[in-house]
């Protein structure tokens, strides 16, 4: 399952209709918090995420997913701000950004999670 957090709705379409045409699980929500239940209740082998959100930045659901225990997720951030992932991400994607970028990190943590299980 890839966990999907970006509060642009027209955005996390495109993310939901690129990965799920591709035969992945795809788990969407619009903020921060719905992330954080999310993971509460699975670990995603991909989560993408936001940095730029109302009320619940990017930063801040990276600090909360250090402190209870879900800081093992690859995390690829989005943002049109910055090309510099955070130390606790695994890769960057910089608004616009490029479906066979996102589709090859997808690839890379997804496809392994599943064929290990």
């Given at each position: 399952?890839?966990?999907?957090?970006?509060?642009?709705?027209?955005?996390?379409?495109?993310?939901?209709?690129a990965?799920?045409?591709?035969?992945?699980?795809?788990?969407?929500?619009?903020?921060?918090?719905?992330?954080?239940?999310?993971?509460?209740?699975e670990?995603?082998?991909?989560?993408?995420?936001?940095?730029?959100?109302?009320?619940?930045?990017?930063?801040?659901?990276?600090?909360?997913?250090?402190?209870?225990?879900?800081?093992?997720?690859?995390?690829?951030?989005?943002?049109?701000?910055?090309?510099?992932?955070?130390?606790?991400?695994?890769?960057?994607?910089?608004?616009?950004?490029?479906?066979?970028?996102?589709?090859?990190?997808?690839?890379?943590?997804?496809?392994?999670?599943?064929?290990?299980?």
């Open positions: 399952m890839i966990l999907v957090v970006e509060d642009d709705e027209d955005v996390r379409e495109l993310l939901e209709i990965l799920r045409g591709r035969g992945y699980v795809v788990v969407s929500v619009a903020n921060g918090s719905d992330a954080i239940a999310a993971l509460e209740k670990r995603p082998c991909l989560m993408i995420l936001d940095m730029v959100m109302p009320s619940m930045t990017g930063w801040d659901v990276l600090a909360k997913m250090r402190t209870d225990g879900h800081g093992s997720v690859p995390v690829c951030v989005i943002s049109a701000l910055s090309k510099e992932p955070p130390p606790d991400a695994v890769a960057s994607l910089t608004k616009p950004f490029d479906i066979k970028n996102l589709v090859e990190l997808a690839r890379r943590y997804c496809d392994h999670a599943a064929a290990t299980r």
